[in-house]
């Protein structure tokens, strides 16, 4: 626009909205919808840069959210861990792919959080496929922790620590269906099958397929 031109916008007392334009002497009329103005004036505003600091190894995605949330998804990097199942350990058990979703509120509370199983593929998209967890304590990806306590995070570097916490704490047969692995095993029965395998064993003999990909956890 020139010097001379001119943006109006009337609101009238009916709640109509119109907008005249003063554009090297020709004048334009043209009514548009509340939600039009709203849309205009929110994509003019300043907004200031967000600075996540330093991220936690694994890190797939972090989402800002107005309320000061902060919603992340992590790659967990291990394909082993020590595991327990009603007070029997199961050291240096093989594991899936796995992935956790957290939401960490401004004051560092860590909540909502989240387990899934993704693919064995190298390349990892929005559209890598994700199968059921087969284990205990997930409902579809919302991980019950019971009464264990997470630490507050101060830095989102530091929740790379928590998958290894979740990981180490007892699985009981909370949430756990046989029908969730293709042999219809009952939780002790699988992890002595699977003691002593090759996470692909996984993706042959046990994981089904959930119809979900990798963008879809991050979005839950």
Do not use: W
Request: glycine share 6%; proline share 6%; charged share 20%.
């Amino acid at each position: 626009m020139n010097k001379d031109d001119e943006l109006v916008v009337r609101i009238r007392g009916n709640g109509k909205i119109s907008v005249e334009q003063y554009i090297d002497g020709v004048i334009s009329h043209k009514p548009i919808s509340p939600n039009s103005l709203m849309e205009c004036i929110n994509a003019s505003q300043f907004r200031g840069g967000v600075s996540s600091g330093m991220l936690p190894p694994g890190c797939l995605s972090v989402d800002f959210h107005n309320s000061g949330v902060r919603s992340i998804t992590l790659l967990h990097m291990e394909n082993r861990a020590d595991i327990s199942y009603m007070k029997t350990e199961y050291k240096n058990f093989p594991l899936p792919r796995l992935v956790f979703g957290f939401y960490v509120s401004e004051e560092g509370r860590v909540s909502d959080c989240r387990l899934g199983v993704i693919a064995n593929h190298d390349n990892l998209k929005p559209t890598t496929p994700m199968f059921i967890y087969p284990f205990s304590n997930v409902s579809g990806t919302s991980l019950c922790i019971g009464n264990n306590p997470l630490p507050r995070v101060k830095s989102l570097h530091t929740l790379g620590s928590l998958p290894y916490l979740i990981l180490g704490m007892d699985n009981n047969n909370h949430s756990f269906y046989a029908a969730n692995n293709k042999q219809n095993l009952e939780m002790r029965d699988m992890l002595e099958l699977l003691k002593d395998k090759e996470q692909s064993y996984y993706y042959e003999h046990i994981l089904l397929p959930s119809k979900k990909t990798l963008a879809d956890f991050i979005a839950e």
